[in-house]
């Protein structure tokens, strides 16, 4: 059964810390990104990569860091310099390269909660 | 600026009849418009993707066309049924053809009564 998957679902964590949200696929896809939703707005791309060992930041990258050191997976960390962490992460990927890559399937997201 | 819209409003209609939600982009030369469907608490899913140099397309009861000129594309569903109701998302490559990076407009909700 092919997909993305995220964990945990839900998190709660204490202001301060820092802390990183799982993302694995098993679609072979070479592309992955990382977007945050808030309330009543669109998605807004923190991070992506296209390739195993590189990634470019979004356009709200601060306060954000990722890895990617193998294909099937791309975890985000959000650090105690992320003003205003709380919010809905979405992880997707896509094929990369072609016409089809411009499809992304995403997970089912995480909602973090930072108080 | 660039930006891209979408009516922020929610879109309530009667089952049975077509909704079309709006999406307008400034400062970009898209290849090509995706749209998406997201269900509340969950991930966007891809519907429809039109390039171009296409002016529709269509997919079961969806349809999408796209103006370059306006810079806008129209998606519809035909024949709305109350399980149409989600939030539908549409984005655009910012960088003409490159990398399968998107950007997302802020998403319309739809809404179909019975």
């Known amino acids: 059964d092919g997909g993305i998957t995220q964990s945990p679902k839900y998190l709660f964590r204490k202001e301060g810390q820092n802390v990183t949200l799982s993302c694995e696929q098993n679609?072979?896809?070479?592309?992955m990104y990382w977007y945050r939703q808030d309330p009543g707005q669109g998605l807004r791309l923190i991070y992506y990569?296209?390739?195993?060992?590189?990634?470019q930041k979004g356009d709200i990258a601060e306060g954000y860091s990722v890895s990617r050191e193998k294909k099937e997976s791309f975890p985000l960390t959000v650090t105690s310099a992320q003003k205003n962490p709380t919010a809905f992460y979405l992880c997707?990927?896509?094929?990369?390269?072609?016409?089809?890559?411009?499809?992304?399937?995403f997970g089912p997201g995480t909602r973090l909660t930072v108080t | 600026s660039q930006k891209i819209e979408q009516n922020s409003e929610a879109l309530n209609i009667q089952e049975g009849k077509t909704a079309t939600l709006t999406c307008n982009y400034t400062?970009?030369?898209?290849?090509?418009l995706q749209w998406y469907r997201q269900d509340p608490g969950r991930g966007p899913v891809f519907l429809l993707l039109?390039?171009?140099?296409?002016k529709e397309k269509r997919k079961e009861r969806l349809k999408v066309t796209f103006d370059t000129t306006l810079k806008q594309s129209l998606f519809h569903i035909t024949a709305s049924q109350p399980a149409d109701s989600a939030t539908y998302l549409c984005?655009?490559?910012?960088?003409?053809?490159?990398?399968?990076?998107?950007?997302f407009g802020q998403g319309t909700e739809l809404s179909v009564k019975p």
């Open positions: 997707a990927s896509s094929i990369g390269q072609g016409e089809s890559s411009y499809e992304q399937y």
């Open positions: 679609l072979n896809h070479d592309a």
């Open positions: 990569s296209q390739i195993v060992n590189d990634f």
């Open positions: 400062n970009y030369s898209p290849a090509y």
């Open positions: 039109i390039r171009e140099n296409e």
């Open positions: 984005a655009l490559d910012p960088i003409y053809n490159q990398g399968g990076k998107l950007i």
